[in-house]
């Protein structure tokens, strides 16, 4: 069953349209932008809400970014495998993704120069989705073939959102 944040938090009624920005210094390729509008376009499909890209960073709702390690919020990556993304419930829209994992869009590995090893793959539409849930108020859920169940097996793709996660969104917006 989905699950919320303590307090329920989620964007107020008067704000359906959402902006989302990439952190200018990553210098994101099209392909890699593309995944996230995917991911977002997935929950627009089963809400009143809309998720536009901005190229103002600064003014966007969601801030999207790559970071290695430490990235002075607290919460610091840990290289490849472990913790993959982190995302802040509303109203706080960061989205930070960990840039030393072994990222792979539509099975093909993105060229980062980094070493890439098949056997700690990660599937950057699967964990887009997954964030975004987050981002719009949602907790984990326990229903395994949720996007919100919390666990995700190597190089597995899971882009559907579940009838489980569906409910939980609708409750919300
Ligand atoms: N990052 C955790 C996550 O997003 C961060 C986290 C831990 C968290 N506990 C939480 C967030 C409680 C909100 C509420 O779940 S993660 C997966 C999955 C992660 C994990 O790196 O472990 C995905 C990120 F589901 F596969 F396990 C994305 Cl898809
Ligand atoms: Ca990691
Ligand atoms: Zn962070
Ligand atoms: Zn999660």
């Not at 290695?68 to 290289?79: L, M």
């Not at 030393?100 to 098949?118: A, H, K, L, R, T």
Request: glycine share 10%.
């Amino acid at each position: 069953h989905y699950s919320f944040f303590p307090g329920r938090p989620r964007w107020p009624a008067n704000k359906r349209d959402l902006t989302y920005g990439f952190l200018p210094q990553n210098g994101l390729t099209d392909t890699i932008k593309i995944v996230f509008s995917r991911a977002f376009d997935r929950w627009s499909e089963v809400t009143p809400l809309t998720f536009t890209e901005t190229s103002s960073f600064q003014s966007a709702d969601f801030k999207i970014g790559f970071f290695a390690g430490d990235h002075n919020d607290g919460e610091p990556f840990d290289g490849p495998m472990g913790t993959l993304a982190h995302a802040f419930s509303p109203p706080a829209g960061h989205f930070h993704l960990d840039g030393d994992e072994n990222w792979v869009i539509d099975g093909m590995p993105i060229d980062d120069g980094n070493f890439f090893s098949i056997l700690s793959a990660v599937d950057l539409e699967s964990v887009a989705v997954h964030e975004i849930g987050h981002l719009l108020g949602l907790g984990h859920s326990s229903v395994e073939d949720a996007i919100m169940f919390p666990t995700l097996g190597a190089g597995t793709r899971r882009v559907e959102l579940g009838s489980d996660d569906i409910q939980g969104v609708q409750v919300l917006y």
